[in-house]
């Protein structure tokens, strides 16, 4: 596949706050990208460096070759849709879908009027006068209809209830399939979108914790539950990175995988062996991290 983002080196600082922190990467075309990490760890800033809206303080940024900054050949290839996406107070929802197609060329009309009555956004309401849902929709449907070759969603659909959630996360599968493009999604609900994701970049304080493909990562760890001494004996000499444990129980969760030996060993144990959530490994993963980083200081 080819390349059409890359990040060398990349920093931000604003006065004495690191917000992104020294991070590389490469983005692919045709897949789909999960920008996962708490609530300010860096995700939106990252997001603004790779769309030109801001000036690394160090490091380079690259899509399709060039930078992004001020360079309209580039960002006319390029969706942004945020959460916080504010407008003015007379703009109404079809003022915004009349002038998407002049800032998108692969704008599809019909695609838009399609998610329009499935997220039933009034068209002549004023924008200050809907909901906080329906605002979102109108930000993930001008993502979707845009059918730009990198879209970037900085978690818009925060403001939409679960069923809507899921309807977008719907809608955006059966367009990426019949429609390939890159999609990078920003969010901290790894749970709802784990099963959208081709490849996992992880952030956290700024810093990049976990850069691999979402396949390789769900089978990298497993949950290891029984006595407490069958437990012990079974994750022996292998990576922990949770446990819990209550009376003569324990559960630990090992990273890599299990081969089929292991496996028979765990049930002549009487050891049961539970799959890891990405969203489990991810907020376990991250916890090790700070635990790790806070013991150094």
Known sequence: MSTVIEATGLTKNFGTFTAVDDVSFTIEENRIYGLLGRNGAGKTTIM????GQDFASSGTVTVYGESPVENARVLSNVSFIKESQKYPDNVKAKHVLAAAPTFFGNWNAELADELLAAFRVPLDRDMKKLSRGQVSAVGVIVGLASRAPITFFDEPYLGLDAVARQLF??????????HPRTVILSTHLIDEVSDLL????LIDEGRILIDTDADE??????????????????????????????????????????????????????????????QQLIVRLSSLETTSEGSKS
């Open 217 to 278: 990562l769900r089978g990298s760890a497993t949950t290891v539950v029984g006595r407490s001494a069958d437990v012990a004996t079974f994750v022996e000499g292998r990576e922990v990175i949770h446990r819990d444990g209550i009376g003569g129980l324990s559960s630990v969760t090992v990273t890599g995988q299990l081969s089929s030996a292991d496996r028979a060993a765990a049930v002549a144990a009487n050891l049961e062996l539970a799959p890891v959530s990405l």
């Open 198 to 201: 081709e490849h996992v970049i």
């Open 48 to 51: 603004q460096l790779l769309t």
């Open 169 to 178: 996360y719907d809608k955006l599968l059966e367009d990426y399939a019949e």
